[in-house]
């Protein structure tokens, strides 16, 4: 039976070794203040310390109608035990990330009275940066990864027994885990007005570590709360839909929270 740090009275009754596993749930994420630069023809510039904010759908039966249940943030997940306490995943976080509009940030950089290939004019915004505020409205700038902020990854994960019931069927756990995997945002943009809601693409690359508890109903129902901390560099962000032209990176922190029910077997 499986080693734990915690040590519990009661042990569970079987072994988690060669069963598979699949979760499904749904999230609410924070971010840390990123810079994106933007850059293509007639511009070079990047905003600095950008605030942005997750989407949320509010509670509906989009959750429950099969046709609607990957709209709001969402998790996946489907792994297999290589031994009692240790396992493999592959998953999908569906996150969302929304920059903040209006905000006023740093600039740095050029931009021309028109940029990229058709012309699109800038208007005021057109200049030489070294660090002023500028105001971030509509007509200047629509940045959201909100079909989504996509996390493929593959995990590894350890689970460590905290509580078995004296039955040993019912019982809570410690799962802790690392990833590493791509971001593959439908990211949606408007540089001054011109882009386009794109279709999904590898951005970049990531990785996160997590930390939960299942609670474990019986041998093959479980109900997990984690927090996933992770970094991620998107050098590949589309933009005004002139993708040979135009692009964006960026590199975003994040932080996690994400319950699911899940099913051993």
């Known amino acids: 039976m499986a080693k734990s740090i915690f040590n519990p009275r009661y042990s569970r009754t079987s072994s988690n070794k060669g069963k598979f596993f699949f979760h499904w749930g749904y999230n ?60 493999i995943s592959i998953g999908w976080d569906h996150m969302k990330y929304v920059v903040d509009i209006p905000q006023s940030v740093k600039i740095t950089g050029n931009i021309d009275s028109e940029i990229s290939e058709p012309g699109i004019p800038t208007g005021a915004m057109a200049g030489q940066y070294n660090g002023e505020m500028v105001l971030l409205v509509d007509s200047v700038l629509k940045f959201e990864h909100t079909d989504g902020y996509n996390f493929a990854s593959v995990d590894i994960e350890r689970y460590d027994d905290i509580w078995v019931s004296e039955n040993g069927k019912r019982y809570l756990t410690m799962e802790t885990g690392v990833g590493v995997g791509l971001l593959v945002p439908r990211t949606d943009v408007r540089l001054f007005g011109v882009g386009d809601n794109h279709y999904w693409n590898i951005a970049g690359y990531g990785a996160a570590a997590k930390v939960g508890l299942q609670y474990h109903f019986n041998k093959w129902l479980y109900l997990q709360t984690s927090m996933k901390a992770g970094w991620t560099d998107l050098n590949n962000i589309r933009t005004t839909g002139r993708n040979n032209i135009d692009k964006a990176s960026q590199s975003i922190t994040f932080l996690e929270n994400y319950w699911v029910l899940g099913f051993r077997f």
């Open 28 to 87: 609410f994420s924070s971010y840390a203040k990123s810079d994106i630069h933007f850059k293509g023809k007639g511009h070079d510039f990047i905003l600095h310390d950008v605030k942005a904010s997750d989407r949320p759908t509010k509670l509906s039966s989009t959750y429950i109608n099969p046709s609607t249940i990957t709209i709001p943030q969402f998790n996946f997940h489907v792994g297999y035990f290589i031994k009692d306490n240790y396992s």
